[in-house]
């Protein structure tokens, strides 16, 4: 089955496919270097990242009287006019005043943000405990109860710059590629034997007709894992580049757009599941475009509904549409939501995960055993 899974897998890489997975590459470079650049400003981003560098990590006593003291004493310049705005200050991080002013008033709002998070999360506690008193359904109560055990004695004791580390979660332009790219495969996959006769030759023999479909499927899905993973970790090699990136060990929530999510998973958790989402569903696409493919002779037709499924994927990412949502994970993650299955309290992600995967299971089957059969031979 190996032999036959790197067989498929060749015949894909071709020079041209090469060719478009160095345009996609190049083209998902430049789209983060332009709307996703962090480091514009040359002067902010000389200051920005001293001052930054000095109080990353685990918050203290220190770091914070180092960030307000200094803030202070830059906001009393500017108020009283006692600074020069077009000499450079060689006692300053950025070169000028106004400038450091910026840079620690920024650093100052997210630290701080994160400092009283546990204010800001207790607020939210009182309404769950609130909800509790007035839920007449046991199932209901239970749920509360669950919240308010998971939203309890949260605390954010790292600091790290969140709008990097948001924009490279949010990022989906990539995806789009991968999709792009998968389905180019997968037509060019289903395409090349018929062509070449190649299914007449292998129909001949049942039993290496049905090792031949298995290949095939095998073979496009970990074209997909591989794709998925490729194109994260060029994604975040990138925006390294460009943004702060860091933190990947601290809790979800302690993302502005995480703040009142009911998981507490770790960023580099939700990374994990949010990779894993997107293996399925692209695979999940691909299997749609391998039943098509049985219908469709044609591959032009196979593009042009390729190019449709990614019009409605731009179209709906932002809605919570199954199975599409789960191509922009945040939405469903920003609550988190939690619901009573058999009596047992599960999260809404986890049922995604399984409900995408007996999806999956059921199209190749429908593969495995009924479209081939329907291959005249």
């Given at each position: 089955?190996?032999?036959?899974?790197?067989?498929?897998?060749?015949?894909?890489?071709?020079?041209?496919?090469?060719?478009?997975?160095?345009?996609?590459?190049?083209?998902?470079?430049?789209?983060?270097?332009?709307?996703?650049?962090?480091?514009?400003?040359?002067?902010?981003?000389?200051?920005?990242?001293?001052?930054?560098?000095?109080?990353?990590?685990?918050?203290?006593?220190?770091?914070?009287?180092?960030?307000?003291?200094?803030?202070?004493?830059?906001?009393?310049?500017?108020?009283?006019?006692?600074?020069?705005?077009?000499?450079?200050?060689?006692?300053?991080?950025?070169?000028?005043?106004?400038?450091?002013?910026?840079?620690?008033?920024?650093?100052?709002?997210?630290?701080?943000?994160?400092?009283?998070?546990?204010?800001?999360?207790?607020?939210?506690?009182?309404?769950?405990?609130?909800?509790?008193?007035?839920?007449?359904?046991?199932?209901?109560?239970?749920?509360?109860?669950?919240?308010?055990?998971?939203?309890?004695?949260?605390?954010?004791?790292?600091?790290?710059?969140?709008?990097?580390?948001?924009?490279?979660?949010?990022?989906?332009?990539?995806?789009?590629?991968?999709?792009?790219?998968?389905?180019?495969?997968?037509?060019?996959?289903?395409?090349?034997?018929?062509?070449?006769?190649?299914?007449?030759?292998?129909?001949?023999?049942?039993?290496?007709?049905?090792?031949?479909?298995?290949?095939?499927?095998?073979?496009v899905f970990f074209i997909i894992f591989f794709s998925v993973i490729f194109f994260r970790l060029i994604d975040y090699m990138i925006f390294k580049q460009f943004n702060y990136v860091e933190g990947f060990l601290n809790p979800l929530y302690s993302l502005p757009y995480f703040n009142f999510t009911y998981s507490n998973v770790t960023i580099i958790g939700y990374l994990l599941i949010d990779t894993?989402?997107?293996?399925?569903?692209?695979?999940?696409?691909?299997?749609?475009?391998?039943?098509?493919?049985?219908?469709?002779?044609?591959?032009?037709?196979?593009?042009?509904?390729?190019?449709?499924?990614?019009?409605?994927?731009l179209n709906l990412e932002y809605y919570f549409y199954f199975p599409i949502a789960l191509l922009q994970s945040k939405i469903i993650f920003q609550t988190g939501k939690l619901i009573t299955f058999l009596n047992v309290i599960v999260n809404i992600p986890i049922i995604q995960i399984i409900f995408i995967i007996i999806m999956v299971s059921i199209f190749s089957l429908i593969i495995l055993k009924?479209?081939?059969?329907?291959?005249?031979?």
């Open positions: 089955m190996f032999r036959t899974i790197r067989f498929e897998i060749k015949k894909i890489f071709t020079k041209s496919t090469l060719v478009l997975l160095l345009i996609l590459l190049f083209a998902n470079a430049i789209n983060i270097a332009v709307n996703y650049n962090q480091t514009s400003d040359v002067i902010y981003e000389r200051g920005y990242s001293s001052i930054y560098n000095h109080v990353k990590g685990t918050i203290t006593n220190d770091k914070i009287s180092f960030i307000t003291k200094n803030l202070e004493k830059m906001t009393n310049l500017v108020n009283e006019n006692k600074y020069n705005s077009k000499e450079v200050d060689d006692n300053t991080y950025t070169g000028y005043v106004y400038g450091d002013m910026s840079v620690f008033q920024d650093i100052y709002n997210e630290m701080y943000a994160a400092v009283l998070y546990n204010k800001s999360i207790s607020e939210k506690l009182n309404i769950i405990e609130e909800n509790i008193s007035n839920a007449k359904q046991k199932s209901s109560k239970a749920v509360y109860e669950e919240l308010k055990d998971r939203m309890s004695n949260r605390v954010i004791s790292k600091y790290y710059n969140t709008r990097g580390m948001e924009a490279y979660l949010d990022y989906n332009f990539s995806t789009i590629l991968i999709i792009l790219l998968v389905i180019t495969c997968v037509i060019q996959l289903y395409t090349i034997d018929r062509k070449n006769e190649m299914v007449l030759l292998i129909g001949t023999t049942k039993k290496y007709y049905k090792q031949y479909t298995k290949g095939k499927l095998l073979s894993i989402y997107k293996i399925l569903i692209i695979y999940f696409f691909a299997l749609i475009i391998i039943i098509l493919s049985k219908f469709i002779k044609k591959s032009f037709i196979l593009v042009g509904i390729s190019v449709l499924l990614i019009f409605c994927l009924f479209f081939e059969r329907r291959v005249k031979l």
